[in-house]
């Protein structure tokens, strides 16, 4: 089966793309393009899979960079190909030929471009990240690699939507505390449980950066022929899950 790529017209003509589980080597629970080396899956398979994205990407394969993360606002700004997999949730760098990329399993994966002075930008960004302001310090650390705000563009690809993120009245909370109009990103579910959504909260992030941002509306949870989602995961009773790839280059 050959690879699916989501992309998005505001990032062209730079190599990029949302990458969804088609077209894999990954069997069982993590069947098909499973890229994250910290899930339990095959060492060996997720090395063909990460092969795989990276010829579609046209770099080699030890210039796909990606990270150790862990919902931290941390940006790594990178000047040549690096394979440590640093701890952070961002990726930066106006050196071409260098994949940067970013994995998720219902989290926000958003890619960063400014054509013009040649600047790119990945995060990790799901609510702990967010609103801890991983959007903000990407954008910050790409205008400190020459990048423009206003130049900026910034895509989130496939995440979990509000129809299936269930949380619970502490989480809104938190979010409350921060703004009390984040009570929009809210709506009633079932009992005292509310459903957060996610993309928006991430949209306004990003807008109110003085970027211009978009979401490819794809959810995760809701296509398991085509998404990996730890949420999906968990209710299922699966002993792990696969990790989406989204990646850009200059």
Not at 20 to 29: E, F, K, L, P, Q
Not at 46 to 58: F, I, K, L, Y
Request: proline content about 5%; hydrophobic content about 40%.
């Amino acid at each position: 089966m050959t690879l699916e790529i989501i992309t998005a017209d505001s990032l062209a003509p730079l190599r990029h793309g949302f990458f969804t589980r088609r077209g894999g080597a990954s069997s069982g629970i993590f069947e098909g393009l499973n890229c994250g080396y910290g899930s339990s899956d095959q060492t060996d398979a997720v090395a063909c899979n990460r092969a795989r994205v990276a010829e579609a990407m046209q770099v080699p394969p030890d210039h796909l960079v990606s990270l150790h993360q862990y919902h931290s606002a941390e940006v790594i700004t990178l000047s040549e190909p690096r394979d440590d997999r640093p701890k952070a949730d961002a990726l930066v760098t106006n050196v071409p030929g260098i994949a940067l990329g970013i994995l998720t399993a219902d989290c926000q994966p958003v890619l960063f471009a400014d054509h013009e002075n040649g600047v790119i930008g990945a995060a990790h960004a799901g609510w702990g990240g967010a609103i801890g302001g991983v959007l903000e310090a990407t954008i910050d650390a790409m205008c400190g690699a020459g990048a423009t705000r206003e130049g900026i563009t910034a895509v989130i690809g496939p995440c979990i939507s509000q129809a299936s993120y269930e949380v619970g009245p502490d989480y809104m909370d938190r979010f409350l505390d921060e703004d009390p109009e984040n009570a929009r990103y809210f709506a009633q579910g079932k009992g005292d449980r509310v459903q957060f959504d996610l993309p928006s909260y991430g949209l306004k992030r990003l807008r109110e950066a003085g970027v211009t941002a978009e979401w490819t509306r794809h959810c995760t949870y809701a296509d398991p022929k085509r998404f990996f989602s730890y949420r999906r995961s968990v209710h299922e009773a699966e002993a792990d899950y696969g990790r989406l790839i989204a990646t850009i280059r200059l």
